[in-house]
């Protein structure tokens, strides 16, 4: 079992930054995939950034060249540098676990935190 926790959110000017965390605890286990969604009132939930175990990642166009995930493997954590924050990347910021290592098998079943609110004042 992998519970998430997030923090870091909260309330920031146009053009200003966010760093959120996500840590992940449970025991036996080895992450492969961490990420970060997002989902805007009245919105569907939206790939934000992910991140294997190699280091490999992927960011929304919306985001690329202003937000930057990074994780730390021992730790268990990732984060998400959020920075040149418009009013439009307003939105609850979910953490996530989709694929991992456990006991001889590879899961990909996924995990979520309960969800941290960004909002950008204009």
């Known amino acids: 079992q992998v519970q998430l926790v997030e923090s870091g959110g909260g309330l920031v000017q146009a053009g200003g930054s966010l760093r959120l965390s996500c840590a992940a605890s449970?025991?036996?286990?080895?992450?492969?995939?961490m990420g970060w969604y997002r989902q805007a009132p009245g919105k569907q939930r939206e790939l934000v950034a992910t991140?294997?175990?190699?280091?490999?990642?992927n960011y929304a166009d919306s985001v690329k060249g202003r937000f930057t995930i990074s994780r730390d493997g021992v730790k268990n954590t990732v984060y998400l540098q959020m920075n040149s924050l418009k009013p439009e990347d307003t939105a609850v910021y979910y953490c996530?676990?989709?694929?991992?290592?456990?006991?001889?098998?590879?899961?990909?079943?996924?995990?979520w935190g309960q969800g941290t609110q960004v909002t950008v004042s204009s």
């Open positions: 996530n676990v989709g694929r991992f290592y456990s006991g001889g098998y590879y899961y990909s079943k996924d995990y």
């Open positions: 449970g025991s036996g286990f080895s992450i492969l995939l």
């Open positions: 991140i294997t175990s190699a280091d490999n990642t």
